[in-house]
């Protein structure tokens, strides 16, 4: 819910700073690391719902646990379902222990996708962000996004989003 204008807490320069340099360097490295998958045809959301899927027992996710994991809307993930779904990638399935639900599921041909592009991507990754980075600043980084994850995942549950 957005605050009112009298309850507003502008940013500071230091916390400025410290936003806009984390909105431009997240913003230029997802469209780097989008731009190194394009000889795979995968977009980054394809490839982190592929990614998780792939690391799954028997590849398959309730799509509900898949959004949450991924930390996407359910709408966001159903649309990237019937794109991934045209592509071969992936396939619904019904849920027998609950007919709501529904299974996403890795195809053969999904499995191969993400085989693929994984040595890419990972190369992509280390050189563009991890061999940018002293152990130090990768601790760091890691204490402040888990951090950071746990807050939104609570706020998002609170807010029933």
Sequence with gaps: ????????????????????????????LLEALESDLDGHDLSMADYEVMA?????????????????????SKSRLSHRMKV???????????????????WAVMTDKGWRAIVAAAPDHVTSVRRRFIDQLS????????????????????QFKKEGI
């Design 52 to 72: 998780q899927l792939s690391e799954a027992p028997d590849r398959r996710m309730r799509m509900s646990e898949l959004a949450e994991v991924a930390m996407i």
């Design 135 to 154: 152990v130090k600043e990768q601790e760091s980084l890691t204490s402040t996004f888990s951090h950071l994850t746990d807050e939104l995942r609570s």
């Design 1 to 28: 819910m957005p605050a009112k204008k009298s309850q507003t807490r502008w940013l500071n320069p230091r916390e400025m700073k410290a936003w806009r340099s984390y909105i431009i360097a997240s913003r230029r």
């Design 84 to 102: 991934m779904e045209k592509a071969g990638w992936i396939k619904r399935e019904e849920c027998s222990e609950d007919r709501r639900g529904y």
